[in-house]
């Protein structure tokens, strides 16, 4: 194996350290985003079936086709 200047024999297993935490790192952050989207994909679902359900008859057009009949 060749080392690079100032590079150790044996630090191999250091190496292997790093990568394993970078890895975990990494992971974990990758793990928060997907949580943090799923949480506000949530409640955006949530806040749109609420408005529908509060304005329901109060959205432009509701019950237009009726009046128009009615005439």
Known sequence: MVFAPGEKPGSEPEEAKLQTTSRQIVQNAILR???QVSRESQSRRRDARAGD???GS??????ESTKKQEK
């Open 33 to 35: 985003a997907v949580q």
């Open 53 to 55: 359900t509060t304005r």
């Open 58 to 63: 109060l959205r432009p057009g509701a019950g």
